[in-house]
């Protein structure tokens, strides 16, 4: 018999496979990047069909299996319900590029903790905050994989304060120098 393992988790994306099944990349609070396959996910009968959709904060429980993760079942949290269409594209790209630069399964709670918070701010996002909000992801992304230094990070303050009125109003003053420290930091990384 496997364990059945119950964690907090952030859908990144899904790929329909078959009939009704899907894969998807969840970043869980206590397995970092994962890969799992969700039988039946699909089918409207499915109670996990709307704990499992793409940008979804979820409660999931997972059993690890000789053929690798399965997602046991699902349960919403907190969707990215936004009609905004700028916040939407520019979460799915954060999600893109965090599944592009996480090794694997690895721990990593003050990334999730970030992505969670980015998740929230996203959904509060008005059109004109989306480009600036998703700079300021994507660097603190980058910073806590490594990527970027403290130093060059100065302009950004705490993730708890991350995207608050004034501590966007203070990054827009070095926007574009903190574009050019992602840009260079995006280009060291050759992924």
């Known amino acids: 018999m496997y364990a059945k393992y119950q964690t907090d988790a952030l859908v990144l994306g ?5 009939e009704a099944d899907m894969r ?13 396959r969700a039988s039946a996910a699909r089918k409207e009968s499915s109670r996990m ?5 793409s940008y979804t904060q979820a409660r999931v429980s997972l059993v690890r299996g000789t053929s690798g993760w399965r997602a046991a079942g699902a349960r919403a949290e907190a969707s990215l ?3 905004c269409r700028e916040a939407h594209a520019s979460f799915a790209r ?14 990593n ?27 300021v992801c994507v660097a603190q992304v980058l910073h806590t994989l490594g990527y970027l230094s403290n ?13 608050s009125i004034d501590s966007l ?13 992602v840009n260079r930091a995006l280009t060291e990384t050759h992924l």
């Open 151 to 163: 130093e060059a990070l100065g302009t950004v303050h705490a993730a708890d304060t991350l995207f």
């Open 49 to 53: 069909r709307y704990g499992l959709q």
């Open 169 to 181: 109003t203070h990054v827009s003053t070095a926007q574009d120098e903190l574009l050019t420290l």
């Open 94 to 107: 954060v999600a893109r590029l965090t599944i592009r630069l996480v090794p694997g399964e690895e721990k």
């Open 24 to 36: 998807v990349t969840l970043f869980t609070r206590e397995f970092g990047l994962i890969r799992a």
């Open 14 to 18: 899904t790929v329909p496979q078959g």
């Open 81 to 83: 319900r936004t009609s």
């Open 109 to 135: 709670e003050k990334l999730f903790l970030l992505l969670c918070s980015a998740h929230a701010a996203f959904n509060q996002a008005t059109p004109e905050q989306c480009a600036l909000m998703e700079l």
